[in-house]
């Protein structure tokens, strides 16, 4: 199996580490990290063990790559600054598939509309990972991936890929509904994210024993909006998720991590996409509009301040 | 007249020395500030032009004052650290009038049940002043004052007070359903209080200007809960607000400004009783719930934050 990998941030990373530990042949694209990736490769730190992976080749640009590969691990975050489209041009041979793993709702039909002739494999990843250095990389916890044809269907190809994966130590899973598995894990998504982030930092275990009302509010507003859409949003699922949260241990959410970091945040691939698919399916959904506009004057708040600090 | 000031805050600073100007005898209870307007008195930097108001007599505790004022002015933020009852404790002689100053709405009734005997006038500040050091006071704006009857009513003697402030050069009406005037500002303050909060720091022509359709629905709702509790909500009252706050410059919010200088918020006197009242007349105000819900989890991350700064 040939893989490229397009990103080298804490996703792209471990994923990609995991099917070389397989015996897959993975390359990288590397922007920020091209030369510690290319020299040193990367170090996974994780409950699985330590992996070093070194990528067959390590490039700046997936045009560079002399053969074309069979799968191109798309791992970027979905933020208006990448432009997934663009990062794909040159990466495809006739028989590449493109595998999308991230984040969010409606992020997939860019990539569908602008490579109509490859195969789109869209997956969620539920895991805790963080690139704390350039090349190194410190798997936290969990790691199940789900993976399914976009807009439906299992090809042999999403078999023979999840079969790799499983292999190399994680569950990952197959779903004929991915859009609805998608839906299902921005039930959780929507509501810690932005709380995590507007409460200047708390983790899900303070969020959750507080202001379970608002959880549960955001949780039933993304389950209806789904429901409106057509997709399968168990009955269920909203105390489904508040009682596995009540299990886990405090957790920071990726959101929060970005925001603490400083880099962007998938405002728009969670929040902004659900209020839309609100507005469109003609949902009331004022708890989500509400930490949406938060969110984004937490954006223009960020923005404004260090423009004014590079004057 | 004989007056008291208690707070020496922006507000009960700005508006005691007004009155003492009138010429009226004005005394106040300090805490914090206690020595410096005990030997230097409070300077006020305002548009009306410097004061310097020395005080009658400077007190640490009502009770320690041997003659009992006419009007005992309250000028403490309603916050959970402030409590009312026990400062007024020792203030009032037989005919002392008490004169609430705050933000607000369902912050009386405390008082009112504690000194039934007593003449309850409930004020409205609408102003921008600032205590920038102890005794040291910045009125940047505004400062016009509604005053009235709690709950209802106009009395002789609010007629005086506010005689004496129409002198001093404010703005100084009545209002016989102070009720009403206080869920009016309330319209204000539940929108742009908890956005500049949660936005990180924005001020009010940016909050105004990006997210409208949440500053508008943070305001319906507390017309409609006012409404529904049986108290005079114009109609056009939310257009009203919006286009002043159009013409205002770029103002930050007294919840900013305590937010900012690590003070407490008047997060239950404003938000968290309208929820309350909204609960109670069976109003659905989600997105008041969700700022509402918001600005606990960061008074919880900042009281997190500090309990292990402390460590």
Not at 199 to 214: H, M, R, V, Y
Request: hydrophobic content about 40%; some cysteine; overall charge neutral.
């Amino acid at each position: 199996m040939k893989a490229l990998v397009i990103g080298t941030g804490a996703v792209g990373s471990f994923y990609g580490a995991l099917l070389a530990k397989q015996g897959a042949d993975v390359s990288v694209v590397a922007r920020t990290d091209y030369e510690v990736v290319r020299f040193r490769g990367i170090e996974v730190e994780s409950p699985l063990g330590h992996l070093h992976f070194m990528p067959h080749r390590v490039v700046r640009d997936a045009a560079e790559l002399p053969d074309k590969p069979d799968y191109v691990l798309v791992c970027v975050k979905i933020v208006e600054q990448a432009d997934r489209v663009a990062l794909l041009r040159g990466a495809l041979g006739p028989d590449t598939s493109i595998v999308l793993i991230a984040n969010g709702i409606d992020i997939e039909h860019e990539i569908f509309r602008a490579y109509p002739d490859h195969e789109l494999i869209s997956g969620l990843a539920f895991i805790c990972v963080t690139r704390t250095a350039p090349g190194k990389i410190w798997h936290q916890a969990y790691g199940r991936l789900v993976l399914g044809d976009y807009p439906y269907g299992l090809s042999e190809r999403v078999h023979r890929l999840r079969t790799a994966f499983q292999k190399s130590g994680i569950p990952c899973i197959s779903s004929e509904d991915i859009i609805s598995a998608r839906w299902q894990k921005c039930v959780w998504n929507a509501a810690f994210n932005p709380t995590s982030v507007l409460s200047g930092g708390l983790g899900t275990a303070d969020i959750l024993s507080t202001q379970e009302p608002l959880v549960r509010a955001l949780m039933r507003e993304i389950q209806s909006i789904g429901t409106a859409a057509g997709y399968a949003m168990p009955d269920d699922i909203v105390d489904r998720n508040v009682e596995s949260t009540r299990r886990m241990p405090p957790y920071k959410t990726s959101m929060l991590l970005d925001f603490e970091a400083g880099r962007p945040m998938e405002t728009e691939a969670i929040l902004g996409n659900a209020v839309r698919a609100a507005r469109k399916a003609g949902v009331s959904a004022p708890h989500l509009e509400t930490v949406y506009a938060l969110l984004k004057l937490r954006e223009l708040q960020i923005t404004s301040a260090s423009s004014q600090a590079q004057r």
